[in-house]
């Protein structure tokens, strides 16, 4: 009998490194197969939650915020876009230009879940952003994506238009910010093992399968 094990993956889908880390646990979940059960949540986190929703320049705001070079971001950007494609995930970084607000996105990704279509969703959001270069902010993209997800697109489209979620959204993110996370991706299994970034498949697995002896 298989083990049942829950996980609460906090992310933002501007965070390419959550991408990685979801891709990751992705294949070492298809790995462990049946021996394990995994329940996955997804919980928001805003990287920029000041971020206005047209968004800015990608190396105008690494320079602000970290203070990286043009040579630093190039180098980042082709060491993020070999590890996707180790994993099977396009970054188009050419088609990426600019970081954009994403709390509307984590309120229609908080309503899928309760259409059973929020995994499917993520991982839509991430390809919009990261594969195609579109704004994860535009209402046009979050219905569309809805759609094409299998989610009713007239309650997308209310959704976004109202304040639906809002509420339940910041409170998802004050509870995990305190508690502690101040980056992301962070993977919380069983509401008591943390790990954090976008590791390898392998430390994901041997996580889950100890987790899941003790359990």
């Known amino acids: 009998m298989s083990k049942e094990i829950r996980i609460d993956f906090v992310s933002d889908v501007s965070c390419p490194w959550c991408i990685i880390g979801l891709k990751s646990l992705e294949q070492a979940i ?3 197969g049946e021996d394990v059960d995994v329940k996955l949540h997804f919980q928001p986190f805003e990287l920029n939650p000041n971020m206005p929703a047209e968004g800015q ?3 105008e705001h690494l320079a602000e915020k970290y203070g990286a070079t ?4 190039a180098r980042n950007r082709e060491m993020i876009r070999a590890r996707g494609a180790e994993l099977g995930f396009e970054f188009n970084m050419a088609a990426r230009s600019r970081i954009y607000n994403t709390f509307d996105a984590h309120r229609l990704l908080h309503w899928a879940e309760l259409q059973g279509r929020q995994h499917a969703l993520k991982v839509a959001l991430f390809e919009l952003y990261f594969s195609k270069g579109e704004s994860p902010a535009s209402h046009e993209a979050l219905v569309r994506l809805a759609g ?4 009713d697109t007239e309650e997308a ?5 109202s304040d639906t979620y809002a509420a339940e959204v910041r409170e998802q993110e004050r509870f995990y910010q305190q508690h502690g996370i101040s980056s992301v991706p962070a993977i919380i299994i069983n509401e008591r093992h943390l790990i954090s970034g976008g590791q390898p ?3 994901f697995e041997q996580a889950l399968r100890q987790i899941a002896a003790q359990a």
């Open 30 to 32: 298809d790995k462990i």
């Open 57 to 59: 320049d990608i190396a």
């Open 70 to 73: 043009a040579e630093q971001t």
């Open 148 to 151: 094409e997800v299998g989610l």
């Open 157 to 161: 489209a209310r959704i976004l238009a």
């Open 201 to 203: 498949p392998e430390v």
